[in-house]
């Protein structure tokens, strides 16, 4: 298992030549911008709006890089023929995928940190510079460390969905895959009372089974709760945690497994 | 560095024909504002779980919507209830948005969308998501009350209110006062202190001084009735300067710092560069309550 965080730190490595962490640049230009612009035109919603905008920012960008970057973490190793020189070392597999898959959330993890570190910088200049305050909740909330860690395990789901589709398929497909789970494991919640506007069962069934197999990201969006200062209890982020950690470990099993089968010749 | 040039320059001209464009071969650019999707639910499965951040986008567009048409002295607000439910569709904890729109979409034109009903519609929405949030019944029982001018109604919300988790304690003397003398400008005043003291943002405040400020000028232009009737019974130690009024030597203004006038006839009124016009019992206002 050695080679596990070897192979973690050359893909965290390769992101930063890759110029990935570029995309803090734009997350600070877009928060800083906005919490000079928001305070002329939202009616006082300033604070509000500063962490509706950085949840979700950190949200967006972490997809883009989980897609974008995880659909790659096996395909170009085979398009630059990379892979035999790797598969030629005495590494196994599993071990190339698990590498790869910790890597990517290695780099996704300190992408998040610096945005949640960028965005409690926004809100406490907001706070003692510009005087703004905010009635639901408090301005430098630690409870939006909560919707933030919810945020980084969505994407560690997502990344492990990008690199269960990458083992088999092109890196197109791949992002069409992985972007239609995360949009259909968004409203999945819609899903689970299709039986009470169907006319046929089965029809009922199919969409209750999908409804079950689907990843219920919506689970791990509790942003907006979070903004107005409504509780998130522990077990509620206990197990959505967990249920996040056994989606993964059930992509990345038969990611390896696919993996360790396929014939590269 | 010439490639520098090269882009610098060609930006620059970019920016200069834009200009000229503008100026020379603009486009008429009048055009019905739209909202091209009406449907909360459709608007929060499209955003797939950033549905805060569109209702950020839409309560923005609600406020320039509602501020363009009032600094363009336009009074219809068509838009302005679809876009505060579509707000509170996508983000139903948004609390500002119920309450800016029971001011502002009950309050009679040109304040306003002059629409109570549709004002009491979105604070009920509000209460469905929010069932102890007092202070969404006590702005319906204010609608009844300042728009809809049905005292026993609001008394009625005002009493509902009283009984929610964390309701001041003023309240229940508020219900009495107002079944008992609704309509008066004593109790109007106790109403919009009461709206003050529990609004959350500035735009609510700012409505609710304003109406304070009206109420005094009622008051100022009453005692100041009573003065100009008195000189001009006494033959005329008052006098007045361009309709300026005057009273030994001293300009009287209104809470805003414009001064009253006074008309030939020695009626006293607003002056007309004053933003308190129109006070709610001038003629044209449905904000008929104060006596």
């Not at chain 1, 300190?110 to 926004?122: P, S």
């Not at chain 1, 909560?146 to 990458?166: D, H, Q």
């Not at chain 1, 088999?168 to 999945?188: D, E, N, Q």
Request: hydrophobic content about 50%.
């Amino acid at each position: 298992m050695t080679a596990v965080p070897w192979i973690a730190v050359n893909v965290f490595r390769e992101s930063i030549r890759d110029k990935v962490f570029y995309n803090l640049v734009a997350f600070a230009i877009l928060l800083m911008g906005a919490s000079y612009l928001i305070g002329q035109l939202t009616a006082g919603q300033d604070v509000k709006m500063i962490k509706d905008l950085g949840l979700a920012a950190t949200s967006v960008f972490g997809l883009f890089i989980a897609i974008f970057i995880g659909i790659g973490l096996v395909s170009k190793e085979v398009e630059r023929r990379s892979i035999y020189s790797l598969l030629a070392k005495p590494v196994d597999r599993y071990q190339i995928v698990l590498g790869k898959y910790a890597g990517l959330v290695l780099t996704i993890g300190v992408n998040v940190a610096i945005m949640t570190v960028a965005l409690y910088a926004v809100l406490a200049y907001m706070q003692w510079a510009l005087g703004v305050g905010s009635s639901e909740a408090p301005v430098l909330d630690p409870a939006l460390l909560k919707a933030l860690g919810l945020t980084f395990i969505e994407l560690c789901l997502v990344t492990a969905l990008a690199l269960f589709f990458s083992t088999f398929s092109t890196p197109l497909l791949s992002a069409a895959l992985t972007f239609g789970f995360f949009v259909a494991g968004r409203l999945s919640n819609d899903l689970r009372n299709f039986d009470d506007v169907m006319q046929s069962s089965a029809g009922g069934r199919v969409a209750q089974a999908v409804y079950w197999v689907l990843p219920h990201l919506e689970a791990f969006n509790v942003r907006a709760q979070v903004v107005h200062g409504q509780p998130v209890p522990v077990a509620y982020l206990a197990m959505t945690a967990a249920y996040g950690v056994l989606y993964i470990a059930a992509l990345l099993v038969p990611a390896a497994v696919i993996f360790s089968r396929r014939d590269f010749k | 560095m010439l490639t520098a040039v090269a882009v610098g320059v060609l930006m620059a001209a970019a920016a200069g024909l834009q200009l000229v464009r503008e100026r020379t071969a603009a486009l008429s650019n009048q055009h019905e504002e739209t909202l091209y999707l009406t449907s909360g639910k459709a608007l929060r499965a499209i955003t797939i779980g950033y549905a805060a951040l569109a209702a950020d986008v839409y309560w923005i567009r609600a406020i320039q919507h509602f501020g363009g048409k009032h600094v363009g002295r336009t009074s219809d607000f068509p838009l302005l209830y679809p876009l505060l439910d579509l707000t509170t569709t996508l983000d139903p904890h948004f609390s500002i948005a119920y309450r800016f729109g029971s001011i502002f979409l009950g309050e009679p034109s040109p304040g306003g969308a002059g629409r109570p009903d549709l004002a009491i519609a979105l604070l009920q929405k509000g209460i469905r998501e929010m069932p102890d949030k007092w202070e969404y019944v006590v702005d319906i029982g204010f609608v009844h009350y300042w728009w809809r001018h049905d005292f026993v109604e609001a008394a009625a919300w005002f009493e509902r209110a009283s009984h929610l988790p964390k309701a001041p304690s003023w309240l229940p003397s508020m219900a009495a006062t107002t079944l008992a003398r609704g309509g008066d400008r004593a109790s109007s005043r106790r109403m919009w202190e009461a709206l003050r003291e529990s609004a959350d943002n500035d735009w609510l405040r700012g409505s609710a001084d304003r109406a304070l400020m009206q109420l005094r000028a009622l008051d100022e232009m009453d005692q100041l009735q009573q003065v100009v009737n008195r000189m001009a019974a006494n033959g005329g130690a008052f006098r007045i300067t361009g309709q300026v009024a005057q009273i030994n030597g001293r300009v009287i203004v209104d809470p805003t710092g414009v001064p009253y006038e006074v008309d030939t006839a020695g009626r006293v009124h607003l002056g007309k560069q004053s933003t308190l016009a129109p006070l709610p019992t001038q003629a044209g206002s449905q904000n008929a309550p104060v006596s």
